[in-house]
């Protein structure tokens, strides 16, 4: 299923006033505190597009969403990840996936524990890793992934959420403000340095030059926005 830019403003307008005003932030654009969901959304949406394409190709075109992610997977680096009839919100959890395992790879043992503790409950850590009776210099990020499958909840969103924190951070100099989400965020840290190492090879110069500074960060966070709706029911389209 191809989704549109008509499915991306419905998200929207489901999404919570401060996921827009994070957005807005991210697309730099201010929002009318007015304005109904759907015309915030519509903003939103309208701006992602300016933000996407040349100026000539924002008048004469509406591209997918499917469009933009393929997009932002090449610009990453990452278009082997790209298969024919993959779900844009399924490469989006790909490339997500991807960046976690980087960062789990270049983390230190106890770097990774801490990032365990911190993002499982006390009980999902103990279903997940026995205890922590692991050797965390040998335990691979995909015993964390599966747990987290496994569990369900909102582990994937706050995985979602921390690398599009943490891509903000390294592309726009600044991360996301996540005041309103410090339920599911507080105590939780992951460390920039293996985000920017793995940005830098991906050429983040080049990246820094194009529209993609914004795009990504914001492809990312719209990733997040639709796994909390996700969680929560709450989605205005069949997923």
């Known amino acids: 299923m191809v989704y549109t830019l008509e499915d ?10 401060d996921e827009r005003r994070q957005l ?33 190709g924002y008048l004469i075109r509406d591209p997918s969403f499917d469009e933009m992610c393929v997009d932002v997977a090449k610009a990453l ?8 009839g993959i779900s844009c919100w399924t490469l989006l959890r790909r490339l997500i996936e991807n960046m976690l395992q980087t960062m789990w790879e270049e983390m230190s043992p106890e770097e990774r524990e801490d990032f365990a503790k911190k993002m499982l409950t006390a009980e999902e850590f103990k279903t997940v890793f026995k205890g922590g009776r692991v050797d965390w210099g040998k335990a691979g990020v995909g015993t964390l992934l599966l747990g987290i499958k496994h569990l369900g909840g909102f582990a994937t969103y706050k995985v979602a959420l ?14 996301l403000s996540l005041a309103a989400n410090a339920a599911l965020v507080r105590g939780l840290s992951i460390f920039l340095g293996p985000v920017g190492w793995l940005l830098m090879a991906w050429g983040v110069n080049d990246l820094l030059g194009t529209n ?6 914001a492809v990312l966070y719209i990733y997040c926005i639709y796994e909390r709706l996700r969680e929560s029911d709450q989605l205005p389209f069949e997923a």
Do not use: H, M
Not at 35 to 49: H, I, M, N, Y
Not at 77 to 84: C, I, T
Not at 162 to 175: E, F, M, P, Y
């Open 212 to 217: 993609f500074k914004r795009t990504i960060p």
């Open 8 to 17: 991306i403003r419905n998200l929207l307008a489901a999404a919570s006033a």
């Open 162 to 175: 921390i690398i599009a924190n943490q891509v903000a951070r390294l592309l726009l100099r600044r991360g």
């Open 24 to 56: 807005a932030e991210i697309l730099d654009v201010e929002l009318d505190g007015n304005s109904e969901p759907p015309k915030q959304a519509e903003a939103l949406v309208r701006q992602l597009c300016w933000k996407y394409q040349t100026p000539l």
């Open 77 to 84: 680096k990452l278009g082997g990840l790209v298969k024919e």
